[in-house]
């Protein structure tokens, strides 16, 4: 089952829908950001009001960028097809806002905390981890909620010990190779621990924390699937 999982999981990086994904994972965290970054820039006297939202605007639209992420990519993450779902984020978005934005807040709600955890609150990759797991629990329930029976009673979310003990241990391997990644470019760009470019290259070193969420998303599927 483990195996199998690790798998499937590499398997979503043969699709190009992933890539194309992750360009807009890293759009919707990047671009409002160079907005702010150039705000900043430009200003005098309110740098540091704008460096506080700045702080509040990368946490919601990290959110929002996983929440979009994790539903596009939906059917290939659980197995479902070879297609992504990209009018799937929209059609939530606007046939079941209350259930899409109590997704994003969730995540927001989770992230914040996460903040507070010293671990967490370092890697990226574990907070992604984290943070695509319940995106992805949270969306079969959406699911679910369209079309009652097909996830409750036949999806367990919580994996077997040694499931969990080889699925944290690669999440920490990808947590460390996210955290050198990061070190990696903000040592070579020369950006400072507290500029704003810290939050620049903070997407970056997320990605790796996918690697863990497709395997956790690929057991799910398989349960849905009546595999493993």
């Given at each position: 089952m483990f195996w199998d999982s690790v798998i499937d999981s590499l398997k979503v990086f043969t699709y190009w829908e992933t890539y194309?994904?992750?360009?807009?994972?890293?759009?919707?965290?990047?671009?409002?950001?160079?907005?702010?970054?150039?705000?900043?820039?430009?200003?005098?006297?309110?740098?540091?009001?704008?460096?506080?939202?700045s702080i509040i605007i990368f946490t919601v639209l990290k959110?929002?960028?996983?929440?979009?992420?994790?539903?596009?990519?939906?059917?290939?993450?659980?197995?479902?097809?070879?297609?992504?779902a990209w009018s799937f984020p929209w059609q939530i978005l606007t046939t079941a806002t209350g259930a899409f934005f109590k997704l994003v807040g969730v995540l927001i709600v989770v992230s914040i905390i996460l903040t507070f955890i010293p671990v967490f609150g370092r890697s990226s990759s574990l907070q992604t981890l984290v943070l695509g797991g319940i995106a992805l629990v949270l969306d079969l329930l959406i699911l679910d909620s369209v079309s009652p029976g097909i996830v409750r009673g036949r999806v367990d979310f919580v994996p077997g010990f040694w499931f969990l003990v080889?699925?944290?241990?690669?999440?920490g391997v990808m947590s460390w190779v996210?955290?050198?990644?990061?070190?990696?470019?903000?040592?070579?760009?020369?950006?400072?621990?507290?500029?704003?470019?810290?939050?620049?290259?903070?997407?970056?070193?997320?990605?790796?924390?996918?690697?863990?969420?497709?395997?956790?998303?690929?057991?799910?599927?398989?349960q849905m699937r009546g595999g493993f």
């Open positions: 194309v994904a992750g360009l807009e994972y890293l759009a919707i965290c990047f671009i409002p950001m160079a907005i702010v970054g150039m705000i900043m820039e430009k200003s005098e006297g309110g740098g540091a009001i704008v460096g506080c939202f959110v929002a960028a996983m929440a979009v992420f994790v539903l596009t990519l939906a059917p290939i993450i659980f197995g479902f097809a070879e297609d992504a080889g699925f944290l241990a690669i999440g996210g955290m050198m990644a990061v070190a990696f470019i903000a040592t070579t760009l020369k950006i400072d621990e507290k500029s704003i470019g810290q939050l620049f290259i903070f997407p970056i070193g997320a990605v790796f924390g996918f690697i863990p969420v497709f395997m956790y998303g690929a057991w799910l599927g398989a």
